[in-house]
């Protein structure tokens, strides 16, 4: 059973060993991400983007090391200490876990950022039917970011014609518009992320709540959460 959804960053700044003399400046992004992903219950999955599609077990541990500072991650309890090399999506939700429900076990589906919005709906849907069948609540938890190219200084370079996309995508994601979601560009870099939720949430969750958007440091983060309808 589907039981919530929360949205987050993918950002290593939202961690405070990470962040540095950054961490005032999101600290408001912080608590809204540990406040959104505390209202999914004890069994996660995650929806991310990466190079290919990819299935992490929950019995897995990693590790922000190459991000700078050896601060550790469990996608549950009882993960061995052997440490894997996973991408950012599943850092980050295994950080939320031990800041948000520290009994949640998390699994985390990767869905290369290759594919299209048909085949991103698609796998979706797929996800949604599994769901589901499972007798217990899961929440889905769906880790991405905007544009890149919002500031000056950001990442990507600036684009300004990324602000409007940037504007649409935030609102869609605070309105729960699924539909908007199927036409975000290639410049979105969550762009599958978000039509996999889509196809999830077909035709459109219950109901929707913004809790915090903005871009620091050029980038667009919006955090939220979805109800999903029957």
């Not at 219950?41 to 190079?51: L, M, T």
């Not at 539909?179 to 992320?193: E, F, K, M, Q, Y």
Request: net charge negative; charged share 20%; proline share 8%.
């Amino acid at each position: 059973m589907l039981a919530a959804i929360a949205l987050t960053p993918s950002a290593p700044v939202l961690v405070p060993e990470l962040a540095g003399a950054a961490a005032e400046e999101v600290a408001d992004f912080h608590d809204a991400v540990i406040a959104a992903a505390a209202t999914l219950p004890d069994r996660w999955i995650v929806i991310g983007v990466g190079q290919t599609d990819r299935l992490i077990e929950p019995t897995t541990r990693g590790t922000f090391a190459g991000y700078g500072i050896d601060v550790p991650v469990l996608l549950a309890p009882d993960a061995p200490d052997a440490v894997t090399d996973l991408p950012l999506c599943a850092l980050i939700a295994g950080w939320l876990r031990g800041q948000a429900n520290p009994a949640a076990r998390v699994e985390v589906r990767v869905y290369s950022a290759d594919h299209d919005v048909d085949a991103a709906l698609a796998r979706g849907r797929e996800l949604r039917a599994a769901i589901n069948e499972a007798a217990d609540a899961i929440g889905v938890l769906v880790v991405a970011d905007g544009a890149n190219t919002l500031t000056q200084s950001a990442p990507g370079g600036y684009d300004p014609d990324s602000e409007p996309v940037q504007a649409a995508l935030d609102d869609a994601l605070a309105t729960g518009n699924a539909v908007a979601l199927t036409r975000l560009p290639n410049g979105v870099i969550g762009r599958v992320a978000y039509q996999v939720l889509a196809g999830l949430c077909e035709p459109k969750p219950r109901a929707a709540k913004e809790f915090i958007r903005g871009a620091p440091y050029g980038v667009g983060y919006f955090v939220g959460t979805w109800t999903p309808g029957d």
